[in-house]
């Protein structure tokens, strides 16, 4: 599936703007804040519901408006689809496939997209949240009904927490906290289908991470994937055990995952009246990233994180493209190649080759290789720039 046209209405810095878009690679270009990441970015909010670089919908609508619009027209051999989301300032957002109405959350079936940016560095040296995020992004991706399952796991948390919170505000002890064992039946429910669907997301990323960090590397660093998973620890999270404590392998059995919920949570009860939140769960858990058998974070260069979090990115592409009735996802590098060394870039090129689309953002087009070079759009103070350098 290919973007032939793509729509803004009052997102970001664009009051309107629409732009055509070809099969191959397409170069957005232009100084930074000028715009071409937003660009990218509304196409992102159309196969995730979320973006790269925010963590509230509200700010990707121009300042001083109610609402922004994004429209892309999707092509995928003889079929045409208009997709189309309405990002509202206060409300719920509103989502429209050729003219009709359908949920928001059922965007993704339509259009898949890969991002990968600058900030996607943090998948190999940030916080757990992120990595969780890339998984979950991932799931909803390749089923969408998985949108529902998260949003009713983070509904019982918080019903969860709120009841620990109280009974620790009024020194309630274990015993009377019968009302608890029924949300933790509903936890343990969303809980285990959600872990049970990573791990086994993970089984079928692992030989594409390994592949696509080869590939742009240009070394074998036996780049490898495993699952932290808190239900199975007895320190909670605690960092220093993420490691020893990694789950290698296939995918996990659901009835297993749940028995193992039950246990942990009953194990950590007392610390959990303590704290006041729940202490396992799919909230608490971890993708733990490897080079050469020890953990990336920490121990990887900067060469190796960029090369790591680009091949997650890649792998995950791979596992989209693999299965897809609607073909390729887009793919899309937001302002890589400046990060990249020459012989990195000419790896990456020849990685993404094949793929029916790419989206590409440059400040100075000789940053990207001369054979991605080829639909170039240049943006300049949130317009595009005809006939023009920028």
């Known amino acids: 599936m290919i973007v032939t046209q ?24 232009g100084s930074n804040g000028q715009g071409k990441t937003n660009l990218v970015e509304a196409l992102g ?21 109610d609402a922004a619009i994004v429209r892309a027209r999707l092509q995928n051999g003889d079929r045409e689809i208009l997709a189309e989301v ?7 957002n509103r989502a429209q496939i050729n003219r009709s109405a359908i949920k928001t959350r059922d965007l993704p079936r339509y259009f898949s997209s890969i991002l990968f940016a600058p900030e996607d560095l943090a998948l190999v040296r940030g916080e757990p949240s992120g990595r969780r995020r890339y998984m979950d992004e991932l799931l909803v991706q390749r089923f969408p009904r998985f949108s529902g399952v998260m949003v009713d796991y983070e509904r019982v948390l918080k019903q969860r927490n709120s009841l620990l919170k109280s009974a620790r505000a009024s020194g309630l002890r274990e015993s009377g906290l019968s009302t608890l064992e029924i949300w933790d039946e509903r936890l343990v429910e969303f809980g285990s289908e959600l872990i049970q669907a990573r791990s086994a997301l993970i089984a079928e990323l692992l030989p594409e991470v390994k592949a696509a960090y080869s590939a742009i590397a240009g070394a074998d660093h036996r780049a490898s994937l495993a699952s932290y998973l808190s239900i199975l620890s007895s320190d909670a999270g605690d960092e220093a055990t993420i490691e020893q404590t990694a789950v290698r392998g296939g995918a996990l059995e659901l009835d297993e995952i749940a028995k193992n919920f039950r246990a942990a949570l009953a194990r950590l009860r007392r610390s959990e009246v ?6 396992a769960g799919p909230h608490r858990d971890d993708l733990v990233l490897e080079l050469n058998d020890l953990p990336a974070r920490g121990y990887a260069s900067h060469g190796e994180s960029w090369s790591f979090a680009l091949s997650l990115k890649l792998a995950a592409a791979a596992v989209l493209r693999r299965e897809s009735s609607t073909g390729d996802p887009v793919l899309i590098l937001d302002d890589v190649f400046a990060e990249l060394d ?8 020849s990685a993404i080759d094949g793929f029916e689309q790419v989206l590409i953002t440059a400040a100075v087009l000789d940053d990207v290789p001369k054979e991605l070079a080829g639909h170039i759009v240049r943006i300049r103070a949130g317009r595009i720039v005809e006939g023009e350098e920028s």
């Open 86 to 92: 309405q990002i509202n300032r206060t409300g719920a």
């Open 274 to 279: 303590d704290r006041g939140i729940t202490l």
């Open 342 to 349: 020459e012989s990195r870039r000419g790896r990456l090129a």
């Open 45 to 65: 909010f159309l196969s995730t519901l979320g973006s790269h670089r925010v963590s509230t919908d509200h700010a990707m609508v121009r300042a001083g408006q």
């Open 6 to 29: 793509l729509n803004l209405t009052d997102f970001r810095n664009y009051e309107t703007v629409d732009v055509g878009l070809v099969t191959g690679a397409n170069v957005f270009v």
